[in-house]
Nanobody, 123 residues
Framework: QVQLVESGGGLVQSGGSLRLSCAAS????????MGWYRQAPGKERELVAT???????NYSDSVKGRFTISRDSAKSTAALEMNHLRPEDTAVYYC?????????????????WGQGTQVTVSS
């Protein structure tokens, strides 16, 4: 019922920048929280950043000061601006959202995941 689509991944050199975008579509009433997670080969999926509907942000210590998350609630989109990229940032980045929808006459809030976009940082 709800779809999240990421875009903007690619290959960059160490120290470079990249901007990821996430677009949510469907019968959406609200999105209380949107965020980004990442998973490198052989590692657990980890939090990168989140942003609430009131614009409160939260960042992993490993990206704090380098990455910036933003959202446009009217468009149901979120972006992750990544600067000063390092090889250890290489991973598949996943968009995540808590989405409230109207199912019949009931409001339901469910977690959704995008399919992921590859970010590779070379040295």
């Amino acid at each position: 019922q709800v779809q999240l689509v990421e875009s903007g991944g690619g290959l960059v050199q160490s120290g470079g920048s990249l901007r990821l975008s996430c677009a949510a579509s469907g019968n959406i009433l609200s999105i209380p929280v949107m965020g980004w997670y990442r998973q490198a080969p052989g590692k657990e999926r980890e939090l990168v950043a989140t942003i609430t509907s009131s614009e409160t942000t939260n960042y992993s210590d490993s990206v704090k000061g380098r990455f910036t998350i933003s959202r446009d609630s009217a468009k149901s989109t979120a972006a992750l601006e990544m600067n000063h990229l390092r090889p250890e940032d290489t991973a598949v980045y996943y968009c995540n959202a808590q989405v409230t929808v109207l199912y019949k006459m009931t409001r339901r809030t469910t977690t959704y995941w995008g399919q992921g976009t590859q970010v590779t940082v070379s040295s």
